[in-house]
């Protein structure tokens, strides 16, 4: 990889921002460009124009890296689901102007525009952090057996399954239960795009047990993520082996389950949550509504305006701060410090969720007093520490701390299989979405140490091997 950066191909990265703060007066205008230029920071890093992507594999063999998976989720969900919000605003709905006579709300209308120039502001300070640390040419230190990797997968989702389930049933450890659980599905799909090309029969057939129990799971879940990731990151490990396949088969897919979701995941909640069936019977009843129209024609535009993208509440944290609620400045990341002491250490730790719920309440986004959870994103965090300045910092390091951690993972593991495939896209999964600073600190920083333990023990077993 050639290692010298052009510092004017990053400056540009920053233009579709200075853009959209320059016609700031015209909100339609100034989202629009906003908007449009995160397809144009896509283009120009995944292409690599900015900076030259990794030689050291094909693209279709390098999906899991940061500039690739991580920026296409984080940052595509982050940037680009609030067009549909938008066209609510303007009093579109199915694309459909409601009346000719519609009043707009100028107000609400400029604080979206407001937001969305933050997105992209957000967006170009994200992949600035990820390109600057984006080297995986260095010499390795460790190895595994080719023939060894499919079993090896199959017995890390093997382990980890149950032991997942152990943190959670363990008073004061249920925070390393999603990790772990996280990381069993990334190894058991990863197995099984192993075992199919290399027929390894009895390996395809556990693996894809284990992954209909895991879809299953997903789809009894009342959420909406992981039934969609499940199907993603199952199609990006079958890429590189059957590309025809999988984009005429995984993208079609995706696509209709974007168009089902909502109404079955709505239906699904009333049914299941409510506590009148059971999860089977909730399912059945969720799909016979999701397929059928009239419902599904309702459920998708509420779902795509204001559930897809979360550029609502941040307008409303935009509206109240700084000018009812002043920025939180270290506050922020003081309660992400208190929340990385396990709870078995510290009995009366402050719980999390209430820390974060503060602010959200200051802010008048919800009640006090409603029955909702509405914690907000990294992006919004980041604005409320240190407004437009925040973001930039924040998504910065962000993106730097992404790409720092998947090398990190490759030269403890032998390289990108089991480094950022497994590791990094198992234990750190929560960096593809990034949640409140809290919870993203606390994980990360236990996921990293979770990522060392595993390396010691495969190294103490043997397995792996060094150079």
């Known amino acids: 990889m050639n290692k010298t950066l052009a510092i004017e191909r990053f400056i540009a990265l920053y233009i579709p921002w200075g853009l959209s703060v320059l016609f700031a007066p015209d ?17 120009v890093t ?10 050291d594999r094909t693209i279709a063999e390098q999906l899991m890296r940061p500039i690739f998976l991580v920026q296409i989720i984080f940052a ?6 609030s067009i549909f919000y938008f066209f609510s605003v303007l009093g579109y709905v199915d694309f459909h102007k409601i009346s000719e006579y519609y009043l707009v709300n100028q107000d609400k209308l400029e604080y979206t525009a407001q937001c969305q120039r933050y997105y992209c502001l957000g967006h170009a300070a994200f992949v600035t952090g990820i390109l600057l640390f984006m080297d995986y040419s260095f010499k390795k230190k460790y190895y595994i057996e080719n023939r060894s990797i499919a079993n090896l997968l199959l017995f890390i989702a093997a382990v980890t399954l149950p032991l997942s389930s152990v943190f959670l049933h363990t008073s004061g450890l249920s925070q390393f239960a999603n990790q772990f659980s996280s990381l069993s599905f990334i190894a058991g799909t990863l197995a099984l795009a192993f075992a199919i090309p290399l027929k390894k029969l009895w390996n395809t057939v556990a693996c894809t047990v284990l992954y209909a129990f895991n879809f299953y799971q997903a789809l009894t879940s009342g959420f909406k993520e992981p039934i969609i990731i499940s199907t993603l990151v199952l199609g990006v490990f079958l890429y590189p082996n059957y590309k025809k396949f999988v984009t005429l088969t995984f993208v079609p897919f995706i696509v209709l389950l974007f168009i089902f979701l909502p109404t079955y995941n709505s239906i699904f909640r009333q049914n299941a ?8 019977a909730a399912s059945q009843l969720a799909l016979d509504a999701a ?24 307008t409303e944290f935009a509206k109240s701060t700084p000018n009812k609620v002043d920025y939180y400045h270290t506050q922020l990341l003081e309660q992400s410090a208190m929340a990385l002491v396990p709870r078995i250490f510290w009995p009366s730790k402050p719980i999390t969720e209430d820390l974060v719920m503060e602010r959200v309440y200051d802010a008048g986004v919800i009640n006090r007093n409603s029955n909702v959870s509405a914690k907000p994103a990294f992006v919004v965090d980041a604005y409320l520490s240190y407004g437009g300045v925040g973001v930039f910092i924040f998504l910065l390091l962000y993106g730097a701390a992404a790409q720092l951690i998947s090398v990190k993972a490759e030269k403890l ?11 990094f896209s198992g234990l750190f999964q929560i960096m593809w979405r990034g949640l409140s600073f809290e919870f993203l600190v606390n994980t990360v920083f236990w996921s990293y140490i979770s990522m060392l333990v595993i390396q010691k023990v495969l190294i103490a077993t043997r397995t792996l091997k060094p150079v």
């Open 27 to 43: 909100p339609v205008l100034s989202y629009l460009i906003a908007w449009l230029g995160s397809f144009l920071i896509f283009y």
């Open 273 to 280: 949550w409510s506590g009148d069936v059971d999860a089977d």
């Open 76 to 81: 595509g969900y982050m940037c680009c689901t």
């Open 291 to 314: 397929l059928s129209s009239d419902n599904r024609d309702n459920s998708n535009w509420t779902f795509l305006s204001y559930r897809l993208s979360e550029i609502d509440m941040f």
């Open 46 to 55: 995944l292409t690599g124009w900015v900076r030259p992507l990794p030689a």
């Open 413 to 423: 593991f032998g390289g990108y299989i089991l480094g950022t495939a497994l590791i």
